[in-house]
C-alpha cells in the first residue's frame, strides 16, 4: 500500500503542479461509508489524475506536528480536500498564469459607477426578464467573489461590498474581450472564492427575480492568496473573530453595522459636546506617573530621555490642568491602557470620554450624561427603546438617579454607611462577604 501510494505521488509530482487541487466525495455503500479522495491536477490544458484511497483499518492516527498548516478546509468550492499550504501554493500559481497572460492580479484602481444598494434603488423596478442599458452605457461594480457557479457557457458570481450583495450574469459569447473564450476560460479556472473583482455590464433582472449585472468585461483586482472560511459553518471560533476582525467581517457582513454605530456613537458624541461649547483636547500618552484611576499601567521606556515611563490608565488629570489653565469647558474621547485582564467584555485597550466643565456641581453633569445619551440614541436608532443582546432598554429621560449607598443596599441589603468609619471597616467587610455567599440578598443581622 506504501509503495503504492508513493508511486502515484511521484507520477502526479513529475507531471504535475506542487500541490494539486483535491476534491472530496462520499460513496455510499448499505452499511458503511467509504470515503474517497480524487486529486485533480491541471497542466496547462491537461488534466492528470490520481486516486488517493482512504487506508483500511479506520481513521489515520492524528498528527498534531504544524497542525495549522496541515488543517483541511471543508467541503465546497475548488479548494476542497486541500491543505491551507496546498490552497496558498495553487493560488500563487494562479497569480503567475495572470501575469504571464499580461493580467495584473492587483490592480491600482477601479472607477465603481455603483454600489449594491444603489443598484437596488436605482434598477429595482425592472421586472422578471427585462434588461436595461444604462446612460453611460454600463455599469461598473467591484466587490469579494463570494459564491460562483458554472453551467456550461453560463456563469453566475456573487460579488459583496461594504453595502451589500450584486449577481453577476456571465455569459461567454456577450464578453467583450477579443478572445471571449480566453476570458471565460480565466473566469473559471484563475477566479477564486475570496478574490476582489470589477466588472462592467448592463442591467437585467433574471427569471428568477435576482436583479443583475449582465457583465460584458471583468477584471481581477486582488487575487486572495489564502481561502475563506467554509460558508454553512461561518467564522465560529471566538478567539479567532477577536483576533482576525477583518475576516470576522467578510464572512459575518452584520459584524460591520457594529463598526459603523461605533463611529456614528463618537461622532454623536463629539457634535453634542461641541454644540455645548465644549472644546476637544488630545492630552498625552505617554506619562511619567499613571494617575488619575487605580490600576495597573504599562510600562515602557523613552530612549531619548533615558527614563522609565508608563502608558496612561486614564485622561483626568491633563484634562483638569486645562480648566486650571482657564478652558472653562473640555472633553477627551481617547484611548486609555491599562495592565489588566482580558476577555471578550474586557479589553486592556479601550476608549473613554471624559468631561470637565468649570463652575459646575453633580447635578450640572447628570443633566449632561442624560442629555447626551438620549439624543445619541435616539439619532442612531431613532426611537429610544432599543433591542439589545435580547433585552429591551427603555432611554426614555428622566433617568433614575441614585447614590451608590442605595445601590449597594438594593442589591446587598447592607447599608454600609450605618457602620463606624473608625471602628466599623471590619465588621462591613464581613458583612459583605456574608451577604455575597447567599442568594437572593440577605437582611443584614
Known sequence: MWAARFGQRLAVATNTPRFPERKIFALRQPRKTVLCRKMLCTVSSAETTAKDEKPKGGKPKADNTNRRRRQRQPKGGSDAGSTLDEIRATRIEKVQTLRAAGLEPYAYRWDSTISSAGLSDKYGHLE??????????????AGRVIARRFFGKLAFLSLRDELGTTQLYIEKGTLNDKSYEEAFSHLKNLVDIGDIIGAKGTLKRTEKGELSINVTSFEMLTKSLQPLPDKFHGLTDIEKRYRQRYVDMIVNPEVREVFRSRAKITALIRRFLEDREFLEMETPVLQSNAGGA???PFCTYHNALGRDMTLRIATELHLKRMV?????????????????????????????VEVYQ??????????????????VAQELHGKLEIECQGES??????FRRESMQNLVKDVTG?????FDPATGLDEARAEAVRCAALRPPCTPQ
Open 393 to 398: 432598554l427603555d432611554f426614555t429621560p428622566p
Open 358 to 375: 468649570a463652575y459646575a456641581d453633580i447635578s450640572d453633569m447628570l443633566e449632561l450624561t442624560e442629555t447626551m445619551i438620549v439624543r
Open 414 to 418: 447592607v447599608d454600609f454607611l450605618a
Open 324 to 352: 486650571v489653565g482657564g478652558l472653562d469647558r473640555v472633553f477627551e474621547i481617547g484611548r486609555i491602557f491599562r495592565n489588566e485582564g482580558i476577555s471578550t467584555r474586557h479589553n486592556p485597550e479601550f476608549t473613554s
Open 128 to 141: 422578471n426578464g427585462e434588461e436595461c442599458v444604462p446612460e453611460g452605457g454600463v455599469e461598473a461594480v
Open 294 to 296: 487605580d490600576a495597573r
